[in-house]
């Protein structure tokens, strides 16, 4: 996709949301890190449901600590891989008090050390929480960037670095929402929404729905 057509792809999708941002709800950084990883293989919706009822009683590392695995189990038993996400919580909930009095640390490194966070979910915390301008890749936007000619790749990382080399500077903050709406709603996995894309004629997928 050429670099005009970029342009005009992300102003589009900025005028029709102005200020994107993240699905999951959550009140602090220390929440939104837990639903992101509760988010793995899980909708949003679901992963809302179930930490609606978690973090009214244990929304801290120190009160989630104190539920224990078996007893954080029983307010996500309705999201998938529970009994491994409830494993990495825990130990997750123990190293920030450990390493980080508690706080969750805004290095990348420090980040990706904890248990259970990956890049993917290292990303979303250092766009959502500390506003950083990194891309977080999922399943909706590897398929949009390699639909729309974006930034097509192979893998997730190929994908992310090729992202942060061409979306202009003033998209980068808001790309990762942008990005992930579009795919949640519009260029849908099955039978993409062709007839209502706001960036039909810039996206170059052969197989447009009529």
Not at 103 to 128: C, M, W, Y
Request: glycine share 6%; net charge positive; with cysteine.
């Amino acid at each position: 996709m050429k670099r005009t057509a970029i342009l005009e792809l992300f102003r589009r999708l900025r005028e029709l949301n102005p200020s994107p941002t993240t699905e999951l709800r959550f009140t602090t950084p220390f929440e939104l890190l837990v639903a992101v990883i509760l988010s793995a293989q899980a909708t949003d919706t679901g992963v809302n449901k179930a930490t609606k009822r978690l973090f009214p009683v244990a929304n801290t590392p120190a009160t989630i600590l104190a539920l224990g695995e078996e007893g954080l189990k029983r307010y996500i038993s309705s999201i998938g891989l529970f009994n491994s996400k409830a494993k990495h919580i825990i130990a997750m909930c123990a190293l920030l008090i450990d390493r980080h009095n508690g706080d969750v640390p805004r290095k990348r490194d420090e980040l990706e050390a904890l248990p259970g966070v990956g890049r993917k979910t290292a990303n979303v915390v250092l766009n959502t929480v500390f506003g950083e301008p990194t891309i977080a890749i999922d399943t909706h936007i590897f398929r949009v960037c390699n639909r729309t000619g974006l930034a097509p790749g192979k893998t997730v990382r190929a994908v992310e670095d090729k992202l942060l080399k061409v979306v202009p500077g003033e998209f980068r903050l808001g790309a990762h929402h942008w990005l992930i709406l579009h795919g949640r709603y519009v260029c849908i996995a099955r039978k993409p929404k062709c007839p209502e894309c706001p960036i039909r004629d810039l996206c170059m997928y052969k197989h447009k729905t009529i």
